[in-house]
């Protein structure tokens, strides 16, 4: 196949065709919050955001990002020997901060000669004009990729998970970003409650509309100590099983544009929070179970893109 083993457009596949060897990503805390979760943009955060912001395996914020990029590699480096990694700002609003401390610690993490792209999970409605002056300027000294939670394109699903702004701002930040030339991921969940399958394809078709280079797609895991587990208790949703959610992804795969990178196919929360689905705990056997499934039954990314 043409992206190698696998068949849809991986990100390890990318990686190694741009760098020449597996690149290994390092997530990072920078100790920031989230306007929909201090009053700017709502209260309580999206309702299946964990206490950690989305950032439960990122580093600890009480370290500098150079100790937290020091220990990231020791703990990678146990494995393996590992040369190039990627600096991932995952917990929480990575943009959501004033823009010189914003530069102070994003500088800190491409000075190190280690640090091959610098990644930045943030909201669309937090990248004002200076914000995007500093990613610029960044993204001259090494490629800086900006990571969207957007989940949904359906606005009454976004109102039930409070993301907390409309697909015109969403829209409006990818313009933005490719403007200064930024690498655009796209955060979508599938299973959200209430939505179908032809509701989640509906999202994939609009995003492969959209200049995004790339997507995350992620099951999605409900929380102890969330609104979503509460939601779930008082009133029960479908939660799909592993095999209902594998002939899902197949059908999101074909249908997605050949040239998006596929950065992720499903998630693992921690396994002490996890209410459901368990199944996903097992990550490995979930990956295996899903290349199989793509191989037996002859599907590759974009067989039924029409675009």
């Not at 020791?74 to 917990?91: E, G, H, M, T, V």
């Not at 409605?125 to 990729?145: E, M, Q, S, T, Y």
Request: overall charge neutral.
């Amino acid at each position: 196949m043409r992206w190698g083993e696998k068949r849809y457009h991986s990100l390890d596949r990318e990686l190694k065709d741009t760098f020449g060897e597996k690149v290994y990503k390092i997530t990072l805390n920078g100790g920031m919050t989230c306007p929909n979760r201090d009053g700017r943009a709502g209260n309580g955060g999206c309702i299946f955001c964990s206490a950690q912001g989305s950032g439960d395996f990122a580093g600890d914020a009480a370290l500098s990002v150079t100790e937290q990029l020091r220990q990231g590699k020791a703990d990678l480096q146990k494995k393996r020997p590992i040369r190039s990694y990627i600096a991932y700002f995952q917990a929480f609003t990575n943009t959501y901060a004033p823009v010189d401390y914003l530069e102070r610690i994003f500088a800190e993490a491409i000075r190190d000669p280690d640090v091959k792209i610098l990644s930045i999970a943030t909201r669309p409605d937090c990248l004002g004009p200076d914000v995007l002056a500093l990613l610029a300027r960044l993204n001259r000294i090494k490629p800086v990729w900006v990571e969207l939670g957007l989940q949904t394109v359906h606005p009454e699903t976004a109102e039930l998970i409070r993301r907390g702004y409309p697909l015109e701002v969403f829209d409006r930040a990818v313009k933005n970003l490719r403007s200064i030339g930024i690498t655009v991921i796209v955060h979508v969940i599938l299973f959200l409650p209430g939505e179908t399958e032809e509701m989640m394809l509906q999202t994939l078709d609009y995003l492969n509309r959209s200049d995004i280079q790339g997507i995350k797609l992620q099951l999605l895991h409900i929380l102890k100590g969330t609104d979503l587990a509460e939601l779930y208790e008082s009133e029960p949703f479908h939660v799909p099983d592993m095999d209902e959610y594998i002939r899902l992804l197949g059908r999101c795969i074909c249908a997605l544009r050949p040239d998006i990178v596929i950065h992720r196919l499903t998630g693992d929360g921690p396994k002490d929070l996890l209410i459901a689905p368990l199944w996903t705990g097992a990550k490995r056997t979930v990956l295996n179970n899903i290349h199989r499934y793509l191989k037996e039954n002859d599907l590759w990314q974009g067989k039924d893109y029409h675009g």
